[in-house]
């Protein structure tokens, strides 16, 4: 692949990188030895998470969608993967699938953009669906992180700004970014938010 846009990894020590053209979601045995999980005619693995119980979960570009794949299981593509969030269902249809999150009940978050929202669901729900949990007047929410007060962080592509939402979804703009894109957020030890950003305005 050309490019790798997300790292992520499990208590055992596996990490699972989405990769870009050719479209994958590589397994990395702490040993080195790679085996792929699962293989796209998108364009991208936009990113890759790993959820509480260990099923892997990834977002194509440009389709939109989000897989559900099991670490231990055979090679997946889009017609033989689970769906576990398709945008054309949705009211809004966002366009591009941007970042994923989980909270500490297992809920999973989904950062979506053209336009920007925030849905949520619930892996643990028989057929559950994703609920919008929170929707910007931006072009598109970019990234997520979790603080240690269970608040989601954000960061959007249009004017640059870092949001903090609360479990009710209640957004508060924390920072208003110099740049217009945040690419990505991170939270310190101490609780302090970290945001790398680019982009002129």
Do not use: M
Not at 152 to 163: C, E
Not at 165 to 185: C, H, L, N, Q, W
């Amino acid at each position: 692949s050309t490019y790798i846009w997300a790292v992520s990894s499990d208590a055992a020590g596996n990490a699972y990188v989405a990769t870009g053209t050719p479209a994958t979601v590589l397994k990395i045995a702490p040993d080195g030895k790679s085996t792929k999980l699962f293989e796209s005619k998108n364009l991208t693995v936009q990113t890759v998470r790993v959820a509480p119980d260990g099923a892997v979960y990834a977002a194509t570009l440009p389709s939109g969608k989000v897989y559900k794949l099991d670490p231990n299981g055979p090679v997946k593509d889009e017609g033989s993967a689970t769906v576990a969030f398709d945008p054309g269902a949705t009211e809004e249809k966002p366009k591009y699938i941007w970042d994923l999150a989980f909270d500490s009940a297992g809920r999973l978050y989904i950062a979506s953009g053209a336009p920007a929202a925030i849905y949520r669901l619930t892996p643990k729900q028989a057929a559950a669906k994703a609920e919008l949990f929170y929707k910007s007047d931006e072009q598109h929410i970019r990234c997520l992180a979790f603080d240690r007060d269970g608040n989601l962080i954000a960061g959007s592509d249009g004017d640059g700004l870092v949001y903090r939402i609360d479990p009710a979804g209640k957004a508060f703009v924390v920072y208003d970014a110099p740049k217009r894109e945040i690419t990505s957020v991170a939270i310190g030890d101490s609780g302090a938010i970290y945001a790398a950003a680019v982009g002129d305005k």
